[in-house]
């Protein structure tokens, strides 16, 4: 099953790619859901349907893959997940569906989450603000409850990328990030 949805995510994120800093090669897209897969694993995921929505958790948002495709193809509790995670919905309603999913869908989000933050600088200065402001106000005390060594990475990663404010600020110079924390 991992394997298949490895294959399905590749598929059809195939051509599209990630947000790179100016003067930076865009990486393929899929590195992304093979991160979350990685960090999924790393604490302690084994569940095949699980690791199957790290794999697929944008592609209904991001591809033209159907949730009927998924559905045939996985079964329901994976299609029920990917379509949880995906962003259909205005951000208050989007955590309080995050926030009432089982944990496996939980700590999807949460390995997403981790991949966003270890690579804020190549967001716009309002997407830094927004993922900074979402992940200390709601992923990271969800983080802290259910994983908190995800939840210690999370601080660890912001930590690291306030400490590279020179890089912030030519980067993105009309930044207000300072002021958030």
Known sequence: MIDKAQD????????????????????????HPAKVVHYLQKYGIDDEEVLAIGWLHDTLEDTCLTYE????????????????????????????RIAAAERGIQMVKLADT???IKTLEIFSPSGIERKVEDCYNFYLPLAERICPPLAEKMRLYLRKFLGRESI???????????SLL
């Open 8 to 31: 399905m995510a590749t598929i059809y994120h195939h051509g599209q790619f990630r947000r790179s800093l100016p003067g930076q090669e865009p990486f393929p897209y899929i590195i």
């Open 69 to 96: 495709h998924i559905h045939a193809t996985f079964g329901s509790r994976v299609a029920q997940g990917v379509r949880l995670l995906t962003r259909d919905v205005d951000n208050k309603t989007y955590k309080e």
């Open 114 to 116: 981790l991949h966003n």
């Open 168 to 178: 912030l600020s030519e980067t993105h110079p009309s930044s207000s990030l300072p």
